[in-house]
């Protein structure tokens, strides 16, 4: 008799598919999940170089100002928003896929978590409401990508237009005042625990969630799987489309929470919110080790990579710089990490 044919189930490509975001292919030396660690170990730490460094220009240059407390508080708070957009934002992209459409998502739930209708409910409606219009938009996108056989950029894309027009046509141009001291309260010295603002507070949360679910459960391993090779996850029992559906629903689902944030920090809804978060969410992801082709990333690299691009931000402001300084420096910053990001996977290659 002849044997059975081994079922889809154990073949080769399947045990890749299943490997954890800090798995990679065996080196010549059988050691590739070693070096694959000792890489990253390598990035985190020229990350954290690059932001101490630049406490230390900020110190010598405006040492007053900069060091002030209330500036170190001013920035991790502006780097709280953008933070959490960045955590959805990075699962999305170890799939594979990219999401153009998160500011335009920011904007949208704003603005509708702050029509009056909406903050007659007091606290609890303006977040409920901003939570579950980030949750709606990531499901039309999760739909369209996962379900309707859209490119991911053409679906994002379409999404961000949409966004923006129905946030405009919400506010009529205008910009939204919350009334709410429940709400507002939170952005003031008062609310701040041992020193730390509330919304830094929500940002290490959802950190910790996002390193937890990334690096310890099955939906983060489905997640690398999906994105290292899609096909092969298939192979292995993986529904890639329901995976892909609940990934865009993360992202909606970070983008609500941030909405809400932004309004905390604002003290308002406004048709312009989120601006550019898009790309400043992708630039952090870049530069802190996750691949725009999918397959790997981690979630420290990326808050490192937004705490980063605040910080220059603000050493920009505190020396008077203008903004187009700001973003030839965040561009060459973008491009020099992409550089050491292929010359890195060259070398794990060799």
Not at 17 to 44: C, E, H, N, Y
Not at 259 to 281: C, H, K, P, R, W
Not at 324 to 348: E, F, H, P, S, Y
Request: net charge neutral; glycine share 14%.
């Amino acid at each position: 008799m002849t044997q059975p044919a081994p079922s889809a189930q154990h073949n080769g490509p399947d045990k890749g598919a299943l490997a954890g975001p800090s798995d990679a292919p065996p080196s010549k030396t059988g050691g590739g999940r070693p070096a694959l660690g000792l890489r990253l170990d390598v990035r985190i730490l020229s990350l954290l170089g690059v932001l101490a460094a630049l406490i230390l220009v900020g110190g010598i240059t405006e040492p007053d100002s900069f060091l002030d407390t209330g500036n170190l508080q001013l920035i991790l708070t502006q780097a709280s928003v953008i933070g959490v957009v960045t955590v959805g934002m990075t699962f999305v992209i170890i799939s594979g896929g990219i999401d153009l459409s998160v500011g335009a998502m920011v904007a949208l739930a704003s603005v509708w978590a702050t029509t009056l209708a909406t903050q007659e409910y007091g606290f609890a409606g303006i977040a409920f409401t901003a939570v579950v219009v980030g949750l709606a938009a990531g499901l039309v996108n999760g739909v369209l990508i996962a379900y309707g056989g859209m490119v991911p950029f053409i679906a994002t894309l379409a999404m961000l237009a949409s966004a923006r027009g129905l946030a405009l046509q919400i506010t009529d141009g205008k910009t939204q005042i919350v009334t709410v001291d429940s709400v507002l309260n939170l952005g003031l010295p008062d609310s701040y625990f041992l020193g730390i603002p509330p919304l830094v507070i929500m940002f290490a949360a959802v950190t910790v969630i996002g390193w937890l679910v990334l690096n310890r459960t099955t939906f983060g391993r489905r997640t690398v799987a999906v994105g290292g090779n899609a096909e092969a996850a298939r192979l292995a029992g993986i529904d890639v489309r329901r995976q892909r559906l609940y990934l865009y629903l993360l992202s909606g689902l970070c983008c609500g929470i941030a909405a809400f944030m932004l309004i905390v920090l604002a003290g308002s809804g406004q048709n312009t919110n989120g601006n550019l978060y898009e790309l400043d969410a992708i630039a952090a992801a870049i530069i802190g080790g996750t691949l725009l082709s999918g397959g790997r990333g981690t979630i420290v690299g990326s808050v490192l990579g937004v705490l980063i691009f605040t910080t220059i931000t603000n050493i920009f402001a505190l020396n008077n710089l203008q903004s187009d300084v700001q973003q030839i420096a965040k561009g060459a910053i973008i491009v020099a990490a992409v550089l050491v990001q292929r010359r890195t996977l060259r070398g794990g290659e060799t």
